[in-house]
T-cell receptor
Framework: DAGVIQSPRHEVTEMGQEVTLRCKPI?????LFWYRQTMMRGLELLIY????????DSGMPEDRFSAKMPNASFSTLKIQPSEPRDSAVYFC???????????FGPGTRLLVL | EDQVTQSPEALRLQEGESSSLNCSYT??????LFWYRQDPGKGPEFLFT???AGEEKEKERLKATLTKKESFLHITAPKPEDSATYLC?????????????FGKGTKLSVKP
């Protein structure tokens, strides 16, 4: 059974460009999470969807960040415009029920120059 | 403010040398404490969930325990393949169950 799938795995872009990260959760899971991980701040929750509806977006740093989940098998995290301080590893995770146990994807390593 | 603090930041062990990692939290009304393992370049992998003080869970050489203010991850006779960063997390107070606060992790290195 495939785990959480993320694409791209690596992204290098220039400041000001739009970045779109993609995630396919585990089939049957109804919770989806986007995280950001940096050395300084560790792993931080950005946004949490349940049944495709955003439940908690209090971790989204600013209006440059947006996330969508148009259906149960796909989600995107978009950064527009990107800035160097957005450089991090972005993880998507999914879970069943209330998301108590979360299964993480391999992450997207983003570098904004 | 809700906080999760892990110690030590890094731990080096010889193969077979048992030790413990600590996770302390300030969230009141704990609704679970989660342990994850993260290998370099990979996403965290779920290990355990503990819900009440006194609860223990085991998996191979790992045993997690929980008190009212902290959790320990005991590693018995570790092997080099146990080398990884171990993360603990708790649900944010007042937040949804899935809104987890993660500690910075303990990086464990086990030398043969």
């Amino acid at each position: 059974d495939a785990g959480v799938i993320q694409s791209p795995r690596h992204e290098v872009t220039e400041m000001g460009q739009e970045v779109t990260l993609r995630c396919k959760p585990i089939s049957g899971h109804n919770s989806l999470f986007w995280y950001r991980q940096t050395m300084m701040r560790g792993l931080e929750l950005l946004i949490y969807f349940n049944n495709n509806v955003p439940i908690d977006d209090s971790g989204m740093p600013e209006d440059r960040f947006s996330a969508k989940m148009p259906n149960a098998s796909f989600s995107t995290l978009k950064i527009q415009p990107s800035e160097p301080r957005d450089s991090a590893v972005y993880f998507c995770a999914s879970g069943a029920g209330g998301g108590e146990t979360q299964y993480f994807g391999p992450g997207t390593r983003l570098l904004v120059l | 403010e809700d906080q999760v603090t892990q110690s030590p930041e890094a731990l080096r062990l010889q193969e077979g040398e048992s030790s413990s990692l600590n996770c302390s939290y300030t969230v009141s009304g704990l609704r679970g404490l989660f342990w994850y393992r993260q290998d370099p370049g990979k996403g965290p992998e779920f290990l355990f969930t503990l819900y009440s003080a006194g609860e223990e869970k085991e998996k191979e050489r790992l045993k997690a325990t929980l008190t009212k203010k902290e959790s320990f991850l005991h590693i018995t006779a570790p092997k080099p393949e146990d080398s990884a960063t171990y993360l603990c997390a708790v649900p944010k107070r007042g937040g949804s169950q899935g809104n987890l606060i993660f500690g910075k992790g303990t990086k464990l290195s086990v030398k043969p």
